[in-house]
């Protein structure tokens, strides 16, 4: 079974960096495309960023590209959200997230997706 855990959620100042971090277990990384998602309250759930367990393959929402970066460890157990130059509006909670890989579509499509499997969240709050 699918297991994602997610930590490095915290407080920062806009402007800031923070790195989150996902412990992933419980499935064939080359079979699944992970990803973050995140959702504030008030506002739609959000695709942030996926790529694909096997290596390359990595999206971004607008929102967040060119400051944020997703990336996996070489033993395909650890999944990591760097971010930089945070906002306010990227204050939310935060999902580590995975959904079997689809060769037709990729990852990409993950982002708009609704993903089968998903972690219990880490809270990230940006202050101005």
């Known amino acids: 079974q699918v297991r994602l855990v997610e930590s490095g959620g915290d407080s920062v100042q806009a402007g800031g960096s923070l790195r989150l971090s996902c412990a992933t277990s419980?499935?064939?990384?080359?079979?699944?495309?992970l990803g973050w998602f995140r959702q504030s309250p008030g506002k739609e759930r959000e695709g942030v960023a996926t790529?694909?367990?096997?290596?390359?393959?990595?999206n971004y929402a607008d929102s967040v590209k060119g400051r944020f970066t997703i990336s996996q460890n070489n033993a395909k157990n650890m999944l990591f959200l760097q971010m930089r130059s945070l906002k306010p509006e990227d204050t939310a909670m935060y999902y580590c997230?995975?959904?079997?890989?689809?060769?037709?579509?990729?990852?990409?499509?993950?982002?708009?997706?609704?993903?089968?499997?998903w972690g219990q969240g880490t809270q990230v709050t940006v202050s101005s």
């Open positions: 997230v995975a959904n079997e890989y689809n060769i037709f579509f990729g990852c990409a499509k993950l982002l708009s997706s609704e993903p089968k499997f």
């Open positions: 419980g499935y064939s990384y080359s079979r699944y495309c």
């Open positions: 790529l694909y367990g096997g290596g390359g393959d990595t």
